[in-house]
């Protein structure tokens, strides 16, 4: 897993009057906990472009005056109205703690279905993983190469290595769904094609001397 750096300021004031001054200077309140003790930072919002604005998940490495914190994005709030941030939450993590983190999930491979004018439908954009730091996975892959319409993948048949998934195991992570398209090329059973067109009524041919008339 990726690992992005940021770099903050000691807060010295605690609290939603110090909190607002420091939105109106364009710096975001942080905090990180999960240590000994709780570190109240300020950083700038551009910090967060490689953080928070992208379909990866990253570990984020933070030096506050020059002592580093390795942790993880935990919980941010946004301004209900203009989506600007407005409070960070990391969690301090160490080498020897699990933690439990969501994860991407991605496939591979084409699926028969597929081909066959079945859609694939994703029930899971992520799966909640426990595991140590270092086995944390920039994304979780199922190959769905064998997926027929009407087939899926559960959570319970996602093989990993190193870590835990904390999701039901009975959820539906892939299915391909038959699709209209699929349904009305579907020959009526006991016909085919030339069957069809056989039964088709033909339309007796016009009198020619009526039609000189």
């Known amino acids: 897993m990726k690992s992005v750096s940021i770099s903050g300021s000691p807060r010295v004031n605690v609290g939603k009057k110090d909190a607002k001054a420091i939105r109106v200077q364009k710096m975001v309140p ?36 020059g002592k580093e914190y390795n942790s993880i994005l935990q919980d941010i709030q946004f301004h209900p109205v203009t989506d600007k941030i407005l409070h ?24 028969p279905g597929i081909i066959k004018g079945g859609k694939l ?27 027929d319409i009407g087939d899926c993948i559960r ?17 539906i992570a892939a299915s391909v769904r038959v699709t209209r398209v699929v349904v009305e090329e579907q020959p009526v059973e006991g016909k085919t094609a030339t069957d069809a067109t056989a039964a088709a009524p033909v339309e007796p041919a016009k009198d020619a001397a009526k039609d000189k008339k």
């Open 30 to 65: 942080c905090v990180i906990y999960g240590g000994k003790e709780q570190i109240f930072f300020t950083t700038t919002e551009d910090s967060f472009k490689n953080v928070v604005y992208t379909p990866e998940i990253c570990t984020v490495k933070i030096d506050i005056n």
């Open 88 to 111: 960070v939450d990391f969690l301090e993590i160490f080498d020897n703690k699990p933690i439990v983190m969501m994860v991407p999930l991605k496939t591979k491979g084409t699926a």
């Open 121 to 147: 439908t994703m029930k899971v954009k992520k799966l909640k993983i426990k595991a140590l730091p270092k086995n944390l996975p920039d994304n979780i892959t199922i190959d769905i190469s064998k997926l």
């Open 155 to 171: 959570v319970g048949e996602i093989a990993v290595e190193n870590m835990t998934i904390l999701d039901s195991p009975n959820n």
